[in-house]
């Protein structure tokens, strides 16, 4: 246990003086929030209550699936897998390890959205705050699981960054924060039910428990847990 959690230290040591996770989830997502609240609540008034949540999913997806790969690959791609198998550490720890650090590096981001956004463009307060950051909590999880096949499926940087923004874009235009989900042809409606965002923003905007939102974000979880696991098998050969 205390190698573990020293594991969860240096990771964290080594993402606070990574550039790319510096960028994907502090700087991007919180001046997308500076610039895009300001024109949302200018242009949609009534964004301002749902202005908490379609930035914290924008900023979640982002960070999740732009900045999380690059990690795995220069981990399972690298002399660090054999660092790894050299010393008899398990090959699913760096997996743990950046996952935890991310979904921590996550969170802050969207505490500061949380606090930032009322402040600054009078946006409203989740009613049921507890809901909120409990579903806010499963959204992490999932994004970032999606998150982990890109990285260990795709051995490649160039690659890994290529097929997140493929996912990353349509995963944002088509979950309901930019413009109602209502607005879509049915037929982009029902591919944007593919991806968390579109569930994440549901539930996060939920002033009550629904299950019919949750239940789709706990099968992508459990199914990508999976889709990881047979990954790591292959890697581990």
């Known amino acids: ?19 790319t996770l510096l960028i994907t989830c502090y700087i991007v997502p919180l001046l997308f929030f500076a610039i895009m609240g300001g024109i949302f609540t200018s242009v949609m008034p009534e964004a301002r209550y749902t202005l ?17 790969p690059p ?32 979904y921590i590096h ?8 949380y606090i930032a956004a009322p402040l600054a463009f009078n946006a ?16 992490i999880a999932v994004s970032l699981s999606i998150a982990s096949i890109i990285g260990l499926a795709v ?22 924060i930019m413009f109602p989900i209502e607005l879509l042809p049915k037929a982009f409606e029902i591919v944007g039910k593919i991806f968390p965002a579109s569930w994440g923003y549901r539930v996060m905007t939920d002033s009550t428990f ?5 239940l789709p974000l706990v099968a992508i979880l459990i199914l990508a847990i999976c889709v990881c696991g047979i990954l790591l098998r292959k890697v581990d050969k």
Do not use: C, H
């Open 1 to 19: 246990m205390g190698a573990f959690l020293y594991g969860i230290y240096l990771q964290w040591k080594l993402d606070i003086r990574s550039k």
């Open 52 to 68: 908490i949540q379609s930035m914290t999913v924008f900023g979640v997806t982002m960070g999740a699936l732009i900045g999380l």
């Open 71 to 102: 990690s795995l690959v220069e981990i399972y791609s690298s002399d660090i897998k054999k660092v790894y198998k050299a010393n008899g550490v398990p090959l699913y720890f760096g997996l743990v390890l950046t996952n935890i650090s991310a």
């Open 106 to 113: 996550l969170f802050i981001m969207s505490i500061i959205l």
């Open 124 to 139: 409203e307060i989740p009613e049921n705050p507890m809901l909120y950051f409990a579903s806010l909590a499963i959204f």
């Open 155 to 176: 051995k490649d940087q160039a690659k890994t960054s290529m097929v997140s923004i493929i996912i990353f874009l349509p995963s944002i235009m088509l979950s309901g």
């Open 210 to 214: 629904q299950l019919e939102n949750l």
